[in-house]
């Protein structure tokens, strides 16, 4: 018998937790900012009349999404005095984290250098919908704007991404040569 019960916002935070730190990182490049989101979006979270929700993961991405984008605008604030250029601090990943090796391997520092460049919104939008496939009404409803204004933000920001690409695409063999020139050594 379990002694140990937990009240269902904690049980459905808990079962997002790992989406809602991936959407953060993503958007900010910087697990201690991402961590930080995470604390405001379950403040927020813990006040949510869980009856009237209808969709928790939505919700909850919505909710993490709207603090990230405000970390952004905080932190973009706080670049503009920053000399040299921002790059995102790597997430590293312990072994016992196998599940999460996918994705580690799937961030590249290029992806979040060319992610910089986009404004806040349209990094909000292009992450949600090109890394994790969430749809343009959850999108919409996430940063405040309009199915088709959300749609216009996404063509925008893989347009952006896009003119940013290199002509010619790296082998396998040469991006993953770049990516451990970053790797720490021992």
């Given amino acids: 018998m379990d002694d140990h019960v937990t009240d269902p916002a904690t049980e459905a935070f808990v079962a997002h937790r790992d989406l809602l730190f991936t959407v953060a990182y993503e958007m900010l490049g910087s697990a201690a900012d ?28 919505r909710i ?17 005095a920053y000399v040299g250029p921002w790059l995102p601090e790597p997430l590293l990943t312990a072994p016992d ?8 391997e799937n961030l590249s520092l290029a992806l979040m250098f060319i ?15 090109e890394v994790f496939d969430i749809g343009y009404d959850d999108i919409a409803a996430a940063i ?4 088709a204004a959300t749609r216009q933000l996404a063509y925008r920001a893989r347009r952006h991404v896009d003119a940013r690409r290199p002509r010619t695409p790296a082998s396998p063999e040469e991006a ?3 990516l451990d020139s970053f790797r720490p050594r021992s």
């Fill in 144 to 147: 405040g704007k309009s199915p």
């Fill in 176 to 178: 993953r040569a770049a």
């Fill in 97 to 104: 984290v196998a599940e999460d090796v996918e994705l580690a």
């Fill in 115 to 129: 992610l910089e460049t986009l404004s806040p919104t349209e990094r909000a939008v292009f992450v949600l919908r």
């Fill in 64 to 80: 993490t999404t709207r603090q990230a984008l405000n970390r952004l605008r905080t932190l973009k604030r706080r670049k503009e």
């Fill in 34 to 61: 991402a961590e930080d989101v995470l604390q405001e979006a379950w403040l927020r979270w813990a006040k949510v009349d869980l009856a009237q929700v209808r969709d928790r993961r939505a919700y909850l991405v």
